[in-house]
């Protein structure tokens, strides 16, 4: 299956979930936020959100700006 | 206007209360140890960040520090075009920070960076009623400061002059229009250059002053950022004092003979 991460095509498992992205792209645990398909995913659901092909996955966080 | 005065006559936004009317933003300071003192001398208790995609195995630097400063995180939705895309970055905002305050940021083009006032406006609306606490930075334009009001926002930004200009406060006239009408406090937001703007602003009768490049890219970015407290606090005293009358013609300080 593949999925855009951040704007970067990834290879993933079938059933990968969310949180397996967040694992392999080394987010910290506070601070982040994640979108899928143009809405956010909660924190509660990163575990049981799993990524489907063709998915488009942003995962933001804070920086200077502003 | 001294520490204790500034005490006595808080900043209050939504309820909340801040020691201090200078509000910073983040963007432009070449490492956080630079900005990590500039902020220590502006005396902010507010500051903006901006929501990213996050690079591999990338930190939460900025976040750090502003946490060890015990000064508030204000997420804003810079880059964003249109409505759909704020609305979607305060959300995740929301999701990374833990806060619901958000600088409401929707541009119209990279050349002048300008407020889409449609976009703005649709994008207030709809943040107001997910509960968000909605600071826009907007245009001078003293209708759709009002219509902004009028949705629910907790404040009102306008610019002095487009981002990151420097040009200082263009339409002093419209600030004081905006101002002469609001409920909530008038932040003016972008294109202060140097302490006599950030004053004036203060001096127009704006509750705070926002801004970053003028501190940030300054040579000499913690000692502008005291100026900039500096002006900012002066400013505040000069608006409560109450300045004499404009005269055409002199008029005598020292009695007659």
Redesign the interface.
């Known amino acids: 299956m593949r999925a855009v991460v951040n704007g970067v095509e990834w290879e993933l498992a079938d059933g990968a979930t969310v949180a397996d992205v967040l694992r392999r792209l080394g987010a910290p645990d506070v601070g982040v936020a994640v979108a899928c398909r143009g809405e956010v995913v909660p924190r509660a659901s990163w575990a049981a959100t799993e990524v489907r092909d063709g998915d488009e996955i942003d995962v933001l966080t804070a920086v200077q700006g502003g | 206007m001294t520490e204790a005065q500034t005490r006595t006559d808080p900043l209050v936004i939504a309820g909340r209360e801040f020691g201090s009317r200078l509000v910073m933003?983040?963007?432009?300071?070449t490492n956080l140890a630079v900005?990590e003192r500039a902020l220590v001398e502006s005396g902010t208790e507010l500051t903006?960040?901006?929501?990213?995609?996050?690079d591999?195995?990338?930190?939460?630097g900025?976040?750090d520090l502003l946490r060890r400063l015990n000064i508030e995180?204000?997420?804003?939705t810079?880059g964003c075009r249109n409505a759909a895309e704020a609305v979607?970055?305060a959300?995740?905002?929301?999701?990374?920070?833990a806060t619901d305050w958000v600088?409401l940021?929707v541009v119209a083009d990279d050349r002048t960076l300008l407020p889409d006032p449609v976009e703005l406006l649709d994008a207030a609306e709809q943040l107001v009623d997910d509960g968000f606490t909605v600071l826009p930075y907007t245009s001078d334009d003293p209708v759709v400061a009002r219509r902004l009001e009028d949705l629910g926002c907790a404040a009102v930004m306008p610019l002095g002059s487009p981002i990151g200009t420097g040009l200082g406060v263009r339409n002093p006239h419209n600030i004081e229009l905006i101002v002469a009408r609001a409920g909530v406090p008038v932040i003016l937001d972008a294109g202060i250059g140097t302490a006599s703007d950030a004053c004036l602003a203060m001096e127009l009768g704006c509750a705070a002053v926002l801004l970053?490049t003028s501190v940030t890219r300054a040579a000499d970015p913690a000692l502008m950022a005291a100026a900039m407290r500096d002006g900012v606090r002066a400013g505040r005293a000069a608006r409560l004092a109450g300045r004499v009358p404009q005269r055409f013609w002199a008029q005598a300080s020292s009695p007659p003979r």
């Open positions: 933003g983040t963007g432009g300071a900005l903006t960040v901006a929501m990213r995609r996050m591999a195995g990338g930190g939460t900025v976040l995180t204000l997420p804003n810079a979607l970055t959300r995740l905002a929301r999701e990374a920070l600088k940021e970053a």
